[in-house]
């Protein structure tokens, strides 16, 4: 597609519900990332897939979240039994070569948990 | 691992003063990045710099990597209300992965 493209844009879910945030990258884009947002806070790295290469899941919070990523496309970030301190926007990026080109990132979802 | 720090945290300005903001990283930089985001919304690509002493300009932001590939400032000449934001810059992060790092960001606020 013309650029990075997140579905929902928003979400409100009750506390203990599990959620799914969908991230669309640009065609032909082969790194993929993951970065969440807190009111007033930086970027905060969640994961990063590159190709057929195993994931790079070192900023994953807890075992509540998972991510992956199906034909080296269209990624799907999970997080089971949610709770309040998940409330944040998540940000999803993509990028042609992994450190020398720029990422692009999409408009995110603001997950706010009730 | 790698770390960015941004200053200042914070800018209000006049509308037509010009301002800078620094980013400052633990490692050498092999490339750096900086981006704007307005309230609620993604991040939006302004330049991507990687040779030290490179500067690049964009209408009337001009952003410079140091020689030593340490800090690169990011400057605005005449703001305008349309500046605002926030301004973040990121580079990969060489120690792991490629993941990309970020500083906390800079908020812009200009007033007309």
């Known amino acids: 597609g013309a650029g990075v493209s997140q579905s929902p844009s928003n979400k409100v879910t009750e506390k203990g519900k599990d959620v799914e945030l969908r991230c669309d990258p640009i065609?032909?884009?082969?790194?993929l990332y993951w970065y969440r947002q807190s009111l007033g806070q930086g970027l905060e790295f969640l994961i990063y897939?590159?190709?057929?290469?195993?994931?790079?899941k070192s900023g994953l919070p807890s075992d509540r979240f998972s991510a992956e990523r199906t034909g080296g496309s269209v990624s799907t970030l999970t997080i089971q039994r949610t709770q309040q301190e998940d409330s944040a926007v998540y940000l999803c990026a993509s990028s042609s070569q992994t450190g020398t080109t720029e990422a692009f990132f999409g408009q995110g979802t603001r997950l706010t948990v009730v | 691992s790698q770390e960015l720090e941004q200053s200042p945290q914070s800018l209000i300005v006049q509308e037509g003063k010009n301002l800078t903001i620094n980013c400052t990283s633990s490692?050498?930089?092999?490339?750096l990045y900086w981006y704007k985001q307005k309230y609620g919304e993604g991040l939006i690509f302004l330049m991507m710099?990687?040779?030290?002493?490179e500067e690049k300009s964009h209408e009337k932001i001009t952003a410079k990597l140091d020689e030593k590939k340490q800090q690169s400032s990011l400057h605005i000449t005449a703001s305008q209300p349309s500046h605002a934001g926030i301004y973040l810059c990121g580079a990969p992060d060489y120690s792991g992965t490629y993941k990309y790092i970020f500083g906390t960001g800079t908020r812009l606020k200009v007033l007309a």
């Open positions: 710099l990687q040779k030290g002493g």
């Open positions: 490692k050498t930089l092999y490339g």
């Open positions: 897939f590159q190709g057929n290469s195993a994931p790079d």
């Open positions: 065609s032909g884009h082969t790194a």
